[in-house]
Structures are given as C-alpha cells and as structure tokens.
C-alpha cells in the first residue's frame, strides 16, 4: 500500500529556503521516478521537480536554478524525497507534494503549506 507523507512547509521572507521532505513506503524508487508537485490557490496542481530511476533530474523553468530535488532510497523502512528550495518568491506561495511521474499513485499525501510573504 502506497503512502506519502510529506513535511517541511511554513512561513519564509522572500530570498528564503526551506527544504521539504517526503516520507514514501509501498514504492520502489530504483524503479520509478519520482517527483514534487504543487497547486497554488485557485490553480491547477503543477509539476515542479522530477527525479528518475537512476537519478536524472528535471526542472519546471520556473525553478531552475534555485529547488534541487534528492532522495534517500537506503533509508528505511521508508524512503525519502526531499526539495531544496532556495531563493524562494511569492509565486513559489503553493502546497507542495510528492507522488510518482507521470503515472501519479491515487493516494496523494496531505501536502505541505510553503507560503512565501513579507
């Protein structure tokens, strides 16, 4: 049985960092990629970072740069995804989650709140 528990969120000034964590069992990451969503309010959830099988990673341009995306497969009994997420702005303002890419399990996480603001 799949499930993501992810954490990490608050409150952060703009030019901050917070990093997020996502707690996975029932998943086998060598063998899925893996990634971070976010739906900010009144828009629909997006993709934000991946991370493959072997490790390659891909970015939405709009976080290039300054969100890093990792994972801990030695871990258990669950295995963890973490975001670095550097040089935050408003816009980054969004509950953020985990799940598999593109085939997303049905069991999403609760998610955590990031809210970005002065």
């Known amino acids: 049985q799949v499930q993501l528990v992810e954490s990490g969120g608050g409150l952060v000034q703009p030019g901050g960092s917070l990093r997020l964590s996502c707690a996975a069992s029932?998943?086998?990451?060598?063998?899925?990629?893996m990634a971070w969503y976010r739906q900010a309010p009144g828009k629909e959830r997006e993709l934000v970072a991946s991370i493959s099988g072997d490790g390659n990673t891909n970015y939405v341009d709009s976080v290039k740069g300054r969100f890093t995306i990792s994972r801990d497969i030695a871990k258990k009994p669950k295995k963890m995804l973490y975001l670095q997420m550097n040089s935050l702005k408003y816009e980054d303002t969004a509950v953020y989650f985990c799940?598999?890419?593109?085939?997303?399990?049905?069991?999403w996480g609760q998610g955590t709140l990031v809210t970005v603001s002065s």
């Open positions: 799940n598999r890419h593109p085939r997303a399990f049905d069991a």
């Open positions: 029932g998943i086998m990451f060598s063998f899925n990629t």
